[in-house]
Nanobody, 127 residues
């Protein structure tokens, strides 16, 4: 049974940084793309970042809204994926979810291509 467990959310002021972590179990981690999505109240779940599996090139991809501020990284040995979030803004406030997929690279930004999800961790940016 695949399990994804996020941690690291919190309440911060604008401009602060947070590092989210996701620990995976029950899957051959290096065979999966590992992504972060987020969902704000009243909005659809949206793509944030993805670390493609090594077999598909191992590159990272970001939503335009977080490019240059967020960095995704993965540790295939420890079966963990991290999201370092710098210069946080109020609009980054959301529940952040970790997810895994084997989808084609062309589809890895689509939440519908992910079938394993964590429970989410709340990030709140307030002034």
């Amino acid at each position: 049974q695949v399990q994804l467990a996020e941690s690291g959310g919190g309440l911060v002021e604008p401009g602060a940084s947070l590092r989210l972590s996701c620990e995976a179990s029950g899957l051959t981690f290096r065979n999966y793309h590992m992504a972060w999505f987020r969902q704000a109240p009243g909005k659809d779940r949206e793509f944030v970042a993805v670390s493609a599996r090594p077999g598909s090139g191992g590159n990272s991809y970001y939503a335009d809204s977080v490019k240059g501020r967020f960095t995704i990284s993965r540790d295939n040995t420890k079966k963990m994926v991290h999201l370092l979030m710098n210069d946080l803004k109020a609009e980054d406030t959301a529940i952040y979810y970790c997810a895994s997929s084997k989808a084609a690279l062309s589809a890895i930004r689509q939440p519908g291509m992910y079938f394993n999800w964590g429970q989410g961790t709340q990030v709140t940016v307030f002034s």
